[in-house]
């Protein structure tokens, strides 16, 4: 039962038909083998690319889809109905682009973004290290400014697409001078140096590598640093905030995906004479994943709406990743019991979608540093702001922030 969808423009409908179409012919066959093996999809993503499927949130002159997030995060749901560990890939492809396109100088955009943007490319996202995964300002990974290169040391953890992406995004230590400490990088995948360990034995997302890169001495030209000297930490938050929206797309894919097949099985097993999704107790368990799912799904939405009309989305998105990997975990878990002894087996793909969906709560900031940004949102905001969108409305077009009725002392 595909997602029902309000899209903005008819090019988004033709969009998600062409998405949808890929994830049936492409990503299906394939994705039972290609997890159960943990072989990592690389012709996949190809695919996908030469569909223009992986650069659709940046900007069409420099190869881009030039697509809203608000499409773009229902391209990735759908794919990550069908199979998560691609629908993780194309986030942290998007995420490791974020730099460049963000905060590259014109120069640099151009000369880089549109192999980057190509479809024949996968980038990786170098933030967290073994010791540094929530709070990145104590990494140790640095970079030491040598004449017109910088010479990069240390290791990076938990990196998705490790040893086989094309270019890495790396965050380093370039000073030790606090907030200001840190700076970014981009480094093409055969820099001399740069070594990704065997990947990681993980729980779910086995189709999806995820390795520690080593860095030794790896020198970078300092024309390949991303910004100023210092702003790396910057640069890093605000791709987070991104590719939290990502996470949560897919998360509510996933539990789009565990949705679908519960239903399908409810629909055909039969208990005392009649299909099971008769029994009230069972209706019950999956009218509560249908609304997680769309709660999820309207939570997304809210905050890329946000996002593609230039208003402030950190807690917002926040709030998403949040809630959709709290409610992807509940509905794969109940998908699983939907199914009794068979969905504990892996005869049926709901088991895995119960595996996946739990890194969903960890990765791209974990769901109690979630709770914590929300929280210090809070604590910060005194007034409320109501972000009023008058396109249409007598008085002209536009955007216009109004403040919020003053709140009880």
């Not at 640099?108 to 549109?114: V, Y």
């Not at 990765?363 to 396109?391: C, K, M, P, W, Y």
């Amino acid at each position: 039962m595909p997602a029902t969808r309000t899209l903005p423009a008819p090019e988004a409908v033709d969009l998600i038909g062409l998405t949808r179409e890929l994830a049936e012919k492409e990503l299906a066959p394939r994705v039972a083998e290609a997890e159960a093996e943990e072989k990592f999809p690389r012709e996949v993503f190809r695919t996908l690319g030469r569909a223009g499927l992986l650069s659709l949130p940046y900007a069409e002159e420099y190869g881009g889809g030039d697509q809203p997030y608000e499409v773009y995060l229902q391209v990735l749901e759908e794919i990550a109905a069908v199979w998560a560990s691609v629908g993780v890939g194309v986030s942290v492809h998007a995420l490791s682009c974020f730099a460049l396109a963000s905060f590259g100088t014109e120069e640099q955009r151009k000369e880089w973004l549109p192999d980057m943007l190509s479809g024949e490319l996968l980038g990786a996202y170098c933030l967290s290290e073994a010791h540094a995964g929530s709070d990145p300002a104590a990494m140790r990974t640095r970079a030491v400014r040598d004449g017109d290169h910088y010479v990069l040391n240390g290791a990076k953890a938990w990196t998705t697409h490790g040893g086989h992406a094309d270019f890495y995004t790396i965050m380093a230590r370039t000073s030790d001078a606090g907030s200001g400490a840190i700076s970014c990088f981009l480094v093409p995948a055969d820099t001399p140096g740069l070594i990704a360990d065997p990947p990681e034995h993980k729980m779910g997302l086995t189709g999806s590598a995820t390795a520690t890169i080593r860095l030794e001495d790896v020198r970078v030209p300092a024309d390949r640093r991303i910004g100023e000297e210092g702003q790396g930490l910057k640069i890093a938050f605000a791709g987070l905030d991104c590719g939290r929206l990502g996470i949560a797309a897919v998360a509510t894919g996933l539990a789009q995906g565990a949705l679908d097949h519960a239903l399908r099985y409810s629909r055909e097993r039969e208990t005392f004479g009649r299909p099971i999704i008769e029994h009230q107790g069972l209706a019950f368990v999956l009218a509560d994943m249908a609304a997680a799912v769309q709660a999820s799904r309207a939570t997304t939405l809210a905050a890329a709406r946000l996002k593609d009309q230039g208003l402030p989305f950190a807690c917002e998105a926040s709030i998403a990743k949040l809630i959709a990997t709290d409610n992807a975990m509940k509905v794969t878990t109940d998908a699983v019991q939907v199914l009794g002894g068979a969905g504990y087996t892996r005869d049926f793909p709901v088991e895995r979608y119960m595996r996946e969906a739990k890194v969903m709560q960890i990765f791209e900031g974990t769901n109690q540093i979630q709770r914590l940004i929300i929280g210090r949102a809070l604590r910060e905001s005194d007034r409320g702001t109501l972000r009023v969108q008058n396109q249409g409305l007598s008085g002209g077009s536009g955007r216009r922030e109004v403040a919020a009725p003053h709140k009880r002392r």
